[in-house]
């Protein structure tokens, strides 16, 4: 895929990648030359490494522009919560 392709299957800017290669993070690419290709299958695997499980109902939130979740889980800025935790009240 082209990297205005890529884009539009992450839901991001074609500026958003640029940065995240120079930065060195974001999805994987290959490179031809000057010609910069991303395959669907490290695309995936790019949303499924910063897809986060929300405690309270179960869903996922995609998080584009963070660190993936098992970085932030070495770095200890994610903690794990036992299976049995109930989500806390919400006081309107």
Not at 38 to 51: G, H, I, N, P
Not at 67 to 76: N, R
Request: include cysteine; charged fraction near 30%; glycine fraction near 4%.
């Amino acid at each position: 895929m082209t990297r205005k392709e890529a884009a539009l299957f992450l839901n991001v800017t074609t500026s958003a990648l640029i940065r995240w290669q120079r930065e060195r993070r974001g999805p994987k690419f290959i490179k031809y030359g000057r010609i910069l290709r991303y395959s669907r299958k490290e695309l995936q695997a790019f949303v499924d490494s910063v897809t986060v499980h929300t405690v309270n109902d179960k869903s996922s939130v995609t998080l584009v522009t963070g660190a993936s979740s098992s970085q932030a889980a070495k770095d200890g800025s994610v903690k794990s919560l036992p299976d049995d935790c109930e989500p806390p009240e919400v006081f309107d």
